[in-house]
Nanobody, 129 residues
Framework: QVHLGESGGGSVQAGGSLRLSCAASGDIESNYCMGWFRQAPGKEREGIAVVDTDGNTYYADSVKGRFAISKENANNTLSLQMNSLKPEDTATYYC???????????????????????WGPGTLVTVSS
């Protein structure tokens, strides 16, 4: 099981950009699915961008066209480039990973990973209008 730690959160005005990074303690190449999730105050945690072991990426409708996920196996890093940020993007953002037998899903505009066994502590993103 890898240990994950996010960085790059902060405060930005609407329309701005941020790049989140997730450093893994070990080799991430065998993690079937890795992704970014977020939880806004009073709301459930939701998946926003995931990548599987084949490099396929999936995005929630709420961020499609604005956010881009990338996985760098050589550096054991997962990143999320966030552009055109909106106040509704304000949330705590979490990095997550499955083991080698997890799975990814993309249904009705929502995405996620199955059998997640590692979560980062989260990083706060605040977007002001």
């Amino acid at each position: 099981q890898v240990h994950l730690g996010e960085s790059g959160g902060g405060s930005v005005q609407a329309g701005g950009s941020l790049r989140l990074s997730c450093a893994a303690s070990g080799d991430i190449e065998s993690n079937y699915c890795m992704g970014w999730f977020r939880q806004a105050p009073g709301k459930e945690r939701e998946g926003i961008a995931v990548v599987d072991t084949d490099g396929n990426t999936y995005y929630a409708d709420s961020v499609k066209g604005r956010f881009a996920i990338s996985k760098e196996n050589a550096n054991n890093t997962l990143s999320l480039q966030m552009n055109s940020l909106k106040p509704e993007d304000t949330a705590t953002y979490y990095c997550a990973a499955t083991g080698p037998f997890g799975g990814s899903w993309d249904t009705n505009g929502h995405v996620g990973c199955n059998n997640i066994d590692a979560w980062g502590p989260g990083t706060l993103v605040t977007v002001s209008s």
